[in-house]
């Protein structure tokens, strides 16, 4: 059993290869190195440089290395500029694959598990938790493509004999060392990381919403956590003819400011944040009902907020030593 994983050099794909390689599978990696880091991977795990929209490369990498399951994480995923730039995102997306699901059919691989998004859902109805049967209404190009992406992986599945399944991350944070975290500043716990680092107070957008203390409730998973519940959802396409679409969170909310109370413990940096406006389209609370995952993959998040703000820091503080204080 090979295990080919597309974008496995970026920051979620080298936890979840990784992972899936130390749980004793066999794994190869393609990634375009656009935004991935080949310094991520180990060694002893192959790594392709490339990108799934190439079906002739794809092909050749299907072949050479006899894969029989794949791990589809590649893809654009920064909401900003899906919306700027929806061609881009249409074509890289879903493009990428459709041509790679074309490749795995002629190769008769029959395993596929897609990296979904909870962007699927847009901003969820006022409900405690969110779940698998929540209506889907995304709001940005990229949230579609997520939504059209886990379409077609069912789609073809079916048609073609292939057992899929899609994972419907939450907010994803952490890292399992610090070399391995996120390099990006698109979500809120390197956002504020960066704003720290440039002396300025952190943001909270809105303190008049419907929930406990008037900020946006959200679900944070420990991409540790995340990379497991591939390795478990790989696993689980072992059981031919079956297809899953799976929240991956915890199941417990966290609000901005109770997130900020633990960046300010762990940062050393309490100064208080800056309050402005609710910025359109905010869901209140979106919080994922875990109990599908528990139940199809046995897989339950183990790692808690704290975990996730100290590995962020230290990866954070590697890359900009400066920010280091208290």
């Given at each position: 059993m090979t295990w080919l994983i597309t974008g496995g050099a970026g920051y979620i794909g080298a936890h979840v290869a990784r992972v899936m390689a130390g749980a004793g599978e066999r794994v190869v990696v393609l990634d375009d190195v656009s935004s991935g880091m080949p310094e991520r991977l180990p060694a002893d795990i192959p790594l392709i440089r490339g990108t799934s929209l190439d079906g002739e490369l794809v092909r050749r990498v299907l072949a050479e290395h006899a894969v029989t399951g794949v791990v589809h994480l590649a893809a654009r995923k920064q909401v900003g500029q899906s919306v700027e730039q929806?061609?881009?995102?249409?074509?890289?997306?879903?493009?990428?694959?459709?041509?790679?699901?074309?490749?795995?059919?002629?190769?008769?691989?029959?395993?596929?598990?897609?990296?979904?998004?909870?962007?699927?859902?847009?901003?969820?109805?006022?409900?405690?938790?969110?779940?698998?049967?929540?209506?889907?209404?995304?709001?940005?190009p990229y949230g579609e493509t997520k939504l059209a992406g886990e379409w077609l992986v069912r789609a073809a599945g079916r048609a073609h004999g292939i057992t899929t399944t899609s994972l419907r991350y939450f907010n994803v944070a952490g890292a399992a060392s610090p070399e391995l975290a996120d390099t990006g500043v698109y979500n809120v716990i390197p956002m504020v990381f960066d704003r720290l680092t440039r002396d300025e107070a952190?943001?909270?957008?809105?303190?008049?919403?419907?929930?406990?203390?008037?900020?946006?409730?959200?679900?944070?998973?420990?991409?540790?956590?995340?990379?497991?519940?591939?390795?478990?959802?790989?696993?689980?396409?072992?059981?031919?003819?079956?297809?899953?679409?799976?929240?991956?969170?915890?199941?417990?909310?966290?609000s901005v400011r109770e997130l900020l109370t633990v960046i300010a413990e762990v940062t050393g940096d309490r100064r208080a944040p800056l309050v402005e406006p609710r910025r359109a389209g905010d869901a209140p609370r979106a919080v994922a009902d875990a109990r599908l995952a528990a139940k199809e993959l046995g897989f339950a998040a183990r790692r808690g907020v704290r975990e996730m703000v100290e590995s962020a820091w230290a990866g954070w503080c590697l890359r900009h030593p400066e920010a280091r204080r208290g």
């Open positions: 929806p061609l881009r995102y249409y074509r890289e997306n879903i493009g990428g694959l459709t041509t790679l699901l074309e490749a795995v059919v002629d190769a008769g691989v029959g395993r596929f598990v897609f990296s979904s998004s909870a962007a699927v859902y847009g901003n969820p109805p006022d409900a405690e938790l969110v779940s698998e049967d929540t209506p889907c209404a995304p709001v940005s952190p943001r909270i957008f809105g303190t008049d919403h419907p929930t406990p203390d008037g900020t946006c409730v959200r679900d944070y998973i420990h991409v540790s956590d995340l990379a497991e519940a591939h390795l478990a959802a790989a696993r689980r396409t072992a059981e031919p003819g079956t297809d899953l679409t799976v929240n991956i969170g915890r199941g417990e909310g966290v």
